[in-house]
């Protein structure tokens, strides 16, 4: 059984080869998917090629020491909003120096988050040559089937603004 769905495979793969293309890095700055991000584009060999690497920026003091950004900061955003994550993968992108960055936070669940975040949440973040934010709702409350739903939303979303670039 595998940890990578045959979806995140194929979206890894068309994500692989666009940035291997382009000759453009990418890391991720994740945090209620756990790493699950990160471990999918690690599966597919040659990943060295565009994946620098990741953290799950899961709590606030993690954050704090990697991006700058808090408890404090998180309460002025009003928790997990797509401005306050791609906040985070900005800070996360100038501090790595890779082109692309790409983050998540939430509520993976079974619970509401602190800010009040519906269990099934999660803020998407896009930063690069183009930056794209949005949030996501699964509907769902199990904490695993969210983590895998949220790794391949990102995913699915990193894929469509690479898409708009070479369209651009």
């Given at each position: 059984?595998?940890?990578?769905?045959?979806e995140?495979?194929?979206?890894?793969?068309?994500i692989a080869?666009?940035?291997?293309?382009?000759?453009?890095?990418?890391?991720?700055?994740?945090?209620?998917?756990g790493?699950?991000?990160?471990?999918?584009?690690?599966?597919?060999?040659?990943?060295?090629?565009?994946?620098?690497?990741?953290?799950?920026?899961?709590?606030?003091?993690?954050?704090?020491?990697?991006?700058?950004?808090?408890?404090?900061?998180?309460?002025?955003?009003?928790?997990?909003?797509?401005?306050?994550?791609?906040?985070?993968?900005?800070?996360?992108?100038?501090?790595?120096?890779?082109?692309?960055?790409?983050?998540?936070g939430?509520?993976?669940?079974?619970?509401?988050?602190?800010?009040?975040?519906?269990?099934?949440?999660?803020?998407?973040?896009?930063?690069?040559?183009?930056?794209?934010?949005?949030?996501?709702?699964?509907?769902?409350?199990?904490?695993?089937?969210?983590?895998?739903?949220?790794?391949?939303?990102?995913?699915?979303?990193?894929?469509?603004?690479?898409?708009?670039?070479?369209?651009?």
């Amino acid at each position: 059984m595998s940890f990578v769905t045959v979806e995140q495979m194929n979206l890894v793969k068309d994500i692989a080869a666009i940035l291997t293309r382009a000759k453009e890095t990418l890391s991720v700055a994740e945090s209620s998917a756990g790493g699950l991000i990160s471990a999918c584009l690690l599966s597919i060999p040659g990943a060295s090629s565009f994946f620098v690497g990741g953290s799950v920026l899961y709590s606030y003091q993690i954050r704090k020491e990697i991006v700058g950004m808090g408890k404090e900061e998180h309460r002025i955003y009003g928790g997990s909003t797509p401005e306050l994550i791609l906040e985070i993968a900005l800070k996360f992108r100038e501090k790595i120096g890779t082109d692309w960055v790409i983050g998540e936070g939430g509520a993976a669940g079974p619970s509401k988050s602190h800010y009040g975040h519906n269990a099934g949440y999660t803020a998407l973040a896009v930063a690069g040559p183009i930056n794209r934010a949005k949030s996501i709702e699964t509907g769902k409350s199990d904490r695993i089937e969210n983590m895998s739903e949220f790794t391949t939303a990102l995913l699915n979303f990193f894929l469509d603004v690479l898409k708009e670039r070479e369209t651009s």
